[in-house]
């Protein structure tokens, strides 16, 4: 097989002071922070959807980007297994161990559902044979139950119970690829699991038959041998006017409602908690104290516009900011997917890339940056001191859940009246952060 990256090397660490565009600044693979290498603390995966799939195409013009990758045309088995090749020496210049995937990225989809599996058969075989001899694993596989016009009333949720039956079928191949193919998770992004207007829509109904799927995938994912953990990616809009994993939070209490808690964990993307009007570490911190915190998508939205842009991530507050949840909560189940695209005018090879050393360095910077945070201890010793009235007698009552009601509303009366909390010192804190952002890293 020839080389289709060409005049592109394996990318190597230089450090900080590197001019070279195709060197890593900040991500050293083998680099020790905190206990545990830098490869161990950010397993990063390439979405085969945009790195391979996605061609610079928009609602307002065509494509602008070649990933035939030598194929003759787009579509075909013959190109599947091009992006197969270009995957694997795309993922083995960078030093990238894993990939995730939909269906319908990895083979053209047919007429009849018999040959769509059949092809994703075959090109399964294909793939494994390319992982041998390699360190490259599938991270997660999944389905896509929303571009089809047959799932534009949702999969899990559509009114149709023959497309339901569709979406069983996806997800019963898509899970018996993840499991040949070695997955660590499978996700269920929803999509079309939403709707456009309440007055015909059964919101009971839908909820209670997208649980009833999630049951049967749990049943039938441990019936082949899927030890791994389901996700539940949360978006709030886009493309449905209100999708039913909104946010973590609301995606939680939908999982505890339906007894599905014990087997999902998050799939948190930093474009859609901003989508939902939260930060990309609020997402983190209600996932991980709720014991979910499970993978994430890694990117971010353009703050210009007010949709799912899917951007390589470069704000290093951000990865820094995830990185101290993620750290904190003791790492991920998962890893870290970019799900991020090129910009419709970087439609070069060199740009694919450009992307994804600008992703691992940005969040390799934040890893750094996040542990520097954490050794620092201003910030933890500060929320301690923060909650410290709660470490007296009564306090501890509260917290143990050892008073009533009307005790605390006598120590109220008694007290007559109570002076403000202390200053809660919010641009003290985000000067620490300045001031621990900006100090020397190490080379």
């Given at each position: 097989m ?5 005049n ?7 450090g900080?002071?590197?001019?070279n565009?195709?060197?890593f600044?900040?991500?050293?693979a083998n680099?020790?922070?905190m ?10 995966a390439m979405?085969w959807?945009?790195?391979?799939g996605a061609?610079?195409v928009?609602?307002?013009g065509s494509?602008?980007i070649?990933?035939?990758?030598g ?5 075909t088995?013959?190109?599947?297994k091009?992006k ?5 020496e ?8 894993y990939?995730c995937?939909?269906d319908?990225?990895?083979v053209?989809e ?9 092809r994703?058969d075959e ?6 044979e ?5 360190n490259?694993?599938c991270?997660?596989?999944?389905a ?9 009333n949702?999969?899990?949720?559509t ?18 690829i993840?499991v ?6 499978y996700?269920f992004?929803?999509?079309r699991e939403?709707y ?7 919101v009971k ?5 997208i649980?009833s799927?999630?049951h049967m995938?749990v ?13 539940i990616?949360?978006?709030?809009k886009?493309p449905?006017t ?5 946010d973590?939070?609301t995606?939680?209490g ?6 599905l ?11 859609h908690?901003?989508l939902?009007g ?7 911190r ?12 890694a990117?971010?939205?353009?703050v210009?516009?007010?949709?799912d842009?899917?951007n390589?991530?470069?704000?290093l507050?951000?990865?820094?900011m995830a990185m101290?949840?993620?750290?904190k909560a ?12 090129n ?5 070069t090879y060199?740009d694919?890339?450009?992307?994804f050393?600008l992703g691992?360095?940005?969040f ?8 520097a945070l954490?050794e ?7 929320v301690?001191?923060r909650?410290k009235k709660?470490?007296s007698?009564l306090?501890?009552?509260?917290r143990?859940g ?7 509303s006598?120590?109220?009366?008694e007290m ?5 909390p202390?200053?809660g010192r919010?641009?003290?804190?985000e ?5 621990v952002m900006?100090?020397?890293v190490?080379?």
């Amino acid at each position: 097989m020839s080389e289709i990256f060409q005049n592109i090397p394996v990318i190597p660490y230089e450090g900080p002071d590197s001019k070279n565009p195709f060197a890593f600044k900040y991500y050293d693979a083998n680099k020790v922070v905190m206990g545990k290498t830098m490869k161990e603390h950010l397993p990063f995966a390439m979405a085969w959807w945009h790195n391979l799939g996605a061609c610079g195409v928009d609602m307002f013009g065509s494509a602008t980007i070649d990933k035939r990758f030598g194929a003759a045309e787009l579509g075909t088995m013959e190109c599947a297994k091009a992006k197969v090749d270009a995957g694997f020496e795309f993922m083995q210049k960078l030093g990238i161990e894993y990939f995730c995937w939909h269906d319908v990225d990895l083979v053209p989809e047919a007429d009849d559902i018999n040959e769509t599996n059949r092809r994703l058969d075959e090109i399964s075989d294909y793939i494994l044979e390319k992982m041998q001899g390699t360190n490259i694993k599938c991270l997660w596989g999944t389905a896509n139950m929303f571009g089809n016009p047959k799932f534009m009333n949702g999969a899990g949720s559509t009114n149709d119970v023959d497309v339901y039956c569709f979406a069983a079928a996806q997800v019963k191949k898509a899970l018996d690829i993840t499991v040949k193919l070695g997955g660590k998770g499978y996700v269920f992004w929803g999509g079309r699991e939403g709707y456009e207007t309440l007055l015909n829509t059964d919101v009971k109904f839908e909820q209670e038959n997208i649980a009833s799927l999630m049951h049967m995938a749990v049943d039938y994912g441990r019936s082949i041998g899927f030890t791994g953990d389901f996700y539940i990616e949360p978006k709030p809009k886009e493309p449905s006017t209100h999708q039913y994993d909104f946010d973590a939070a609301t995606a939680i209490g939908f999982l505890r409602q339906y007894g599905l808690d014990k087997d999902f964990k998050m799939n948190i993307e930093a474009n859609h908690a901003t989508l939902a009007g939260h930060t990309f570490q609020h997402e983190l911190r209600i996932s991980a104290i709720n014991g979910m915190l499970g993978s994430i998508d890694a990117n971010q939205g353009n703050v210009m516009l007010g949709w799912d842009t899917d951007n390589f991530p470069s704000n290093l507050y951000d990865t820094t900011m995830a990185m101290y949840e993620v750290l904190k909560a003791g790492g991920v189940t998962g890893g870290f997917n970019f799900d991020a695209k090129n910009r419709r005018p970087s439609n070069t090879y060199e740009d694919m890339f450009y992307g994804f050393i600008l992703g691992m360095d940005a969040f390799a910077l934040g890893l750094i940056k996040a542990a520097a945070l954490i050794e620092d201890g201003r910030l933890d010793d500060f929320v301690t001191d923060r909650y410290k009235k709660f470490d007296s007698d009564l306090g501890k009552k509260i917290r143990s859940g050892n008073t009533t009601l009307e005790e605390l509303s006598n120590r109220a009366c008694e007290m007559k009246s109570v002076d403000i909390p202390a200053s809660g010192r919010q641009e003290y804190l985000e000067s620490i952060i300045n001031n621990v952002m900006f100090s020397k890293v190490e080379k």
